[in-house]
């Protein structure tokens, strides 16, 4: 009997790439045919940098679509990539479902599952008959608030472009923790019209969400309880990178610099600080600076990522003479390997912006997070890392300067690594999140289910 044949498309975004990436492993190896879309800019970067090139052994399809932008545009213009995508790709899509279908008679799309903040995936799915099926790959806290996003308007906490019109903290349900409606994931901006561009896409995951079949997350109740019982719908089937929690990270898309292993493998247990910002945060250099030095002071060893173009200015950011004073206690790299950095056991702890990705990392591994948002959900990860899950500290900028002084730093690491109570905390919540993706456990369950749902509804 011929395989179920599944499109599985994700946002063209680092932190968005991986985690469907894994989904789509976990189905291959459960006997799905997966043609995984990437736009043609993330498909190089991902296959340059995949240690396995020919789609996981043959299993996969890797196939590109054109996001409307020329080569030379800056990607990393939210606003210009959203809405070239948006104006691109639906035909796109189409034109790659039609083509399919007629080259592979015997094994024709069944289904396409898309990133929830693909609305117009689900929609061209619907138009040509396809079955539909949302992943979310951020955390579920995030969607409550995009799914609510009605009535926030109605209640006239944001406008119909998602600005906020009032500072009171926003309660989703009594076991949430509030947010404030300026740390909203599309409203977190300097510039509205990022917010507004954000907006769009809210509106459209909130009506794609009503023409899916099944919405599954990256996540799980054990971790976000509150936020899942809001939404009966929403069905957890992560954390996926605690199934296979060791194998080889895919969809990077720089090189992983894998020198830092040694190094780590050569630094007392619990002894590192490991620091990294996810793929496209920014610092300005008064602040990237003041990191330095607070990592300087801190008297630990640390591994830091300084991806390219992390500072808007130069390469060369650092104080004078910095590199030479830090020596062989500070390791810095352009990319980690970060999943197996993570697991590493001389880290104690993990400074980070608190993407979803590597909130949930931290968590699997059970590292205590000192916490540093920026944007979109982060604000949100940071709050159940900070309040619920009580696994980590979050860094509060001096009023004054504007800026998380090298003071702040070096008392929040104290503070983290000084009270073992960050370090138990962080395992019992790993002990909780492996057991249920583990054979037997809730997710675990509930993915088995969605692949018997595709594997059905071929038939
Ligand atoms: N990552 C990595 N090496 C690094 C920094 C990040 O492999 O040096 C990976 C990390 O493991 C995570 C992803 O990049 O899977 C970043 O996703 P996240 O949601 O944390 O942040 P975003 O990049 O979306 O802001």
């Not at 959203?82 to 691109?88: E, G, H, P, V």
């Not at 926030?152 to 406008?159: A, F, Q, R, T, V």
């Not at 009594?174 to 907006?199: G, H, R, Y």
């Not at 992983?256 to 793929?279: H, K, M, N, R």
């Amino acid at each position: 009997m011929a395989k179920p044949h599944v499109i599985v498309i994700p946002y063209p975004a680092q932190g968005h790439v991986i985690p469907t990436l894994e989904l789509a492993q976990c189905l291959v190896t459960q006997g799905v045919k997966v043609t995984f879309i990437n736009t043609e800019v993330s498909h190089n970067l991902v296959t340059n940098n995949c240690l396995d090139k020919d789609g996981f052994g043959g299993l996969m399809q890797m196939v590109s679509l054109p996001d409307g932008l020329e080569p030379w545009d800056d990607r990393s213009d939210p606003c210009k990539l959203a809405l070239s995508i948006l104006q691109t790709m639906p035909l796109k899509l189409e034109e790659l479902i039609v083509r399919i279908n007629k080259e592979e008679e015997s094994s024709r799309v069944s289904c396409v599952i898309a990133d929830d903040c693909l609305g117009w995936a689900i929609k061209v799915a619907k138009k040509m008959g396809v079955r539909r099926a949302a992943f979310r790959p951020a955390s579920v806290a995030t969607l409550a608030t995009i799914l609510s996003c009605q009535k926030l308007i109605d209640e006239g906490i944001i406008n119909k472009n998602g600005i906020p019109l009032s500072d009171e903290m926003i309660q989703l349900s009594e076991t949430m923790p509030p947010i404030k409606p300026q740390n909203l994931a599309w409203a977190c901006f300097e510039d509205s019209t990022i917010t507004q561009v954000f907006f769009k896409f809210v509106v459209q995951t909130e009506e794609a969400s009503r023409l899916i079949e099944r919405f599954i997350c990256n996540s799980c109740p054990e971790l976000e309880a509150a936020a899942f019982s809001m939404y009966p719908q929403l069905q957890p089937i992560g954390p996926l990178l605690a199934r296979n929690r060791l194998a080889d990270q895919a969809g990077q898309f720089l090189q992983e610099d894998t020198t830092c292993l040694t190094w780590l493998d050569q630094q007392p247990p619990c002894s590192v600080i490991y620091v990294a910002f996810g793929s496209s945060t920014t610092f300005n250099q008064t602040q990237f600076e003041e990191l330095a030095l607070g990592l300087e002071l801190s008297n630990r060893p640390f591994l830091w990522v300084v991806r390219p173009g992390m500072t808007k200015e130069t390469a060369t950011g650092y104080p004078d003479g910095y590199v030479k004073a830090v020596g062989s206690r500070g390791r810095i790299v352009k990319w980690a390997p970060q999943q197996k950095v993570l697991a590493r056991p001389s880290v104690a702890c993990f400074m980070s912006h608190c993407g979803w990705n590597s909130t949930l990392e931290g968590v699997t591994n059970g590292v205590p997070l000192l916490c540093w948002p920026h944007f979109c959900d982060q604000f949100q990860n940071a709050s159940y890392a900070c309040d619920i899950w009580k696994t980590g500290l979050e860094f509060e900028k001096d009023e004054e300067a504007g800026i998380v002084t090298r003071i702040e730093i070096i008392s929040k690491v104290e503070q983290l690594l000084s009270d073992k109570t960050y370090k138990v905390k962080a395992l019992e919540i790993k002990e909780k999140v492996t057991s249920s993706v583990s054979k037997g456990g809730y997710s675990h369950r509930n993915l088995d289910s969605f692949v018997q749902w595709i594997h059905k509804n071929d038939a």
